[in-house]
T-cell receptor, first 114, second 115 residues
Framework: GQQLNQSPQSMFIQEGEDVSMNCTSS?????WLWYKQDPGEGPVLLIA?????ELTSNGRLTAQFGITRKDSFLNISASIPSDVGIYFC??????????????FGGGTRLMVKP | EAGVAQSPRYKIIEKRQSVAFWCNPI?????LYWYQQILGQGPKLLIQ????????DSQLPKDRFSAERLKGVDSTLKIQPAKLEDSAVYLC?????????????FGPGTRLTVT
C-alpha cells in the first residue's frame, strides 16, 4: 500500500524555537492535510493544502504542498508549550468511483526540553 | 457546529467478549470513516461509508469486525470476539468535499483495552 514517511519521529523543542517537520511519499497526492493530536483526543485538522506549490498559514503554522505533489512540510514558528503533541500528515488520493482515501504518516512527537 | 461524536470514550473488556462503538458524524457529511489507531502509530482506515453504502472495507478484519450505517447518518462498529491485539483507539471521522476542497474531521475516539 501507499507509504508516507514522516520525519522527524520525535523532537524536543524549547519555547520560542521554530520547528519543522515533513512528509514524503513515492505516490502523488491530490490533497495534503496536517493534524495535531493531544493525548486522549482525536486528531484535530490544522491545515489543508489543495494545489502543488501552495503555501498556507494558520497563525504560527505554515505548511506547503510540494511541487512534485509527493511531499509536504509543516513549520511552527516561535513554539509555545501548548504546541506539544503529535503531528500527523495525511495525503489524499481521490478515487472517483471508490471514494477518497487518506493515508497517514507515522507522526512527529513534539516534546518540551526539560 | 457540533463535531463528530463518539461513545463510549473508554471500554475495557476481556478477550473473546463483544464490544460496540457508536459514531455520529458532523451534520451533512456524507462520508464516514472508522480508523484503528495503535499506540505510537498513525490512524489506519478500517472502513469507509458513503451515505449508507460501503466504499472501502479492504482493511477490515471481517471475521471479527463489522460496521453498519443503516440510515446514512450514525454508525456502529462491532468487534466479536475481541482479541488482545484489538486494544487500540477507534476513531470515527467524517468528511466534506466542495469541488476540490476536502476536509476530514475526527471524533475524540474510543480507547479499547482488551485483557
Amino acid at each position: 500500500g501507499q507509504q508516507l514517511n514522516q520525519s522527524p519521529q520525535s523532537m524536543f523543542i524549547q519555547e520560542g524555537e521554530d520547528v519543522s517537520m515533513n512528509c514524503t511519499s513515492s505516490s502523488i497526492f491530490n490533497t495534503w492535510l496536517w493534524y495535531k493530536q493531544d493525548p486522549g483526543e482525536g486528531p484535530v485538522l490544522l491545515i489543508a493544502l489543495y494545489k502543488a506549490g501552495e503555501l498556507t498559514s494558520n497563525g504560527r503554522l505554515t505548511a506547503q504542498f510540494g511541487i512534485t505533489r509527493k511531499d509536504s512540510f509543516l513549520n511552527i514558528s516561535a513554539s509555545i508549550p501548548s504546541d506539544v503533541g503529535i503531528y500527523f500528515c495525511a495525503g489524499l488520493r481521490i478515487h472517483n468511483n471508490a471514494g477518497n482515501m487518506l493515508t497517514f504518516g507515522g507522526g512527529t512527537r513534539l516534546m518540551v526540553k526539560p | 457546529e457540533a463535531g463528530v461524536a463518539q461513545s463510549p470514550r473508554y471500554k475495557i473488556i476481556e478477550k473473546r467478549q463483544s464490544v460496540a462503538f457508536w459514531c455520529n458524524p458532523i451534520s451533512g457529511h456524507a462520508t464516514l470513516y472508522w480508523y484503528q489507531q495503535i499506540l505510537g502509530q498513525g490512524p489506519k482506515l478500517l472502513i469507509q461509508f458513503q451515505n449508507n453504502g460501503v466504499v472501502d472495507d479492504s482493511q477490515l478484519p471481517k471475521d471479527r469486525f463489522s460496521a453498519e450505517r443503516l440510515k446514512g447518518v450514525d454508525s456502529t462498529l462491532k468487534i466479536q470476539p475481541a482479541k488482545l491485539e484489538d486494544s487500540a483507539v477507534y476513531l470515527c471521522a467524517s468528511s466534506h468535499q466542495a469541488g476540490n476542497r476536502y476536509e476530514q474531521y475526527f471524533g475524540p475516539g474510543t480507547r479499547l483495552t482488551v485483557t
